[in-house]
């Protein structure tokens, strides 16, 4: 059966908390690069128009920053993130503006011209340091597989679209979370109604792979291209590549 969650704008489909779904292998689409870690032995075909960025930049005086945030500016996102390591950053590459132009004919003879931001989009993948927790957090630390997925809610201005889940690609479990809205830097928030901004959709995906804790965080101004870009395949190991999301989040009707 499948849930659908009404907000505004988005709603996510997805089957039940435990999504009764093991994505099927592929071969990788056209279009697409491959990339390899043999420490991790995991290798990823992405798409082809995202680039490769290094992954280091993100990391600022020891906070990490997410979709725009850094955990400079937020404790709770500092604390979430801070045992986080940046392992591949992937990112859209931007117009030198960043806005569209569009120039429409206006009242008495003028002319209108609208603006709308470029299509953005990144994909992150982050391995957590065991290493880094404390022997308390270690002790405790029963769900870090969906405290890392989740993460995507706990960023500041952003809300959760649907109840997190899992499902499986082959035998690997996965958790999912998604999440709408405005990434907001503290103090100083800014009114989404008046930033001119296009809201932002992410989502967190996160496994154990061979004692790896790994995390992908997708996210995009355009539904269409973070559906696209979450459909990026993965091998783990000797299996099969297979998308790393295979449903579709939607936009709703209000």
């Not at 597989?145 to 959760?160: Q, R």
């Not at 109604?193 to 790994?214: D, F, K, R, V």
């Not at 291209?225 to 459909?231: A, P």
Request: glycine share 6%; hydrophobic share 40%.
């Amino acid at each position: 059966m499948v849930f659908s969650v009404r907000t505004r704008q988005v709603i996510a489909l997805f089957f039940a908390t435990v999504l009764p779904l093991s994505v099927s292998a592929q071969t990788p689409a056209p279009n697409t690069t491959e990339w390899e870690n043999e420490a991790l032995k995991l290798r990823l075909f992405y798409p082809s128009d995202l680039v490769k960025s290094d992954a280091a930049e993100i990391v600022r005086d020891g906070h990490l920053t997410l979709f725009g945030i850094s955990g400079a500016s937020d404790s709770k996102l500092a604390e979430a993130t801070h045992c986080l390591r940046p392992v591949l950053l992937l990112e859209l590459p931007q117009s030198p503006s960043k806005l569209n132009a569009k120039v429409e004919p206006g009242f008495g003879g003028g002319t209108r011209v609208t603006t709308t931001p470029s299509v953005s989009a990144t994909i992150l993948l982050a391995e957590l340091d065991i290493n880094c927790l404390t022997p308390e957090q270690q002790t405790k630390a029963t769900n870090l597989l969906s405290d890392m997925a989740e993460i995507v809610t706990k960023v500041p201005g952003m809300k959760s679209l649907a109840q997190p889940a899992t499902y499986t690609i082959g035998w690997q479990k996965i958790h999912m979370a998604v999440a709408q809205g405005q990434p907001q830097a503290q103090p100083n928030p800014v009114d989404p109604q008046l930033s001119g901004q296009l809201p932002l959709y992410t989502m967190g995906l996160s496994t154990n792979w061979n004692s790896h804790l790994l995390v992908w965080y997708f996210s995009s101004n355009n539904i269409e291209t973070l559906n696209r870009i979450t459909k990026t395949t993965v091998r783990f190991g000797r299996d099969q590549a297979a998308p790393l999301y295979p449903l579709t989040i939607g936009n709703a009707t209000p």
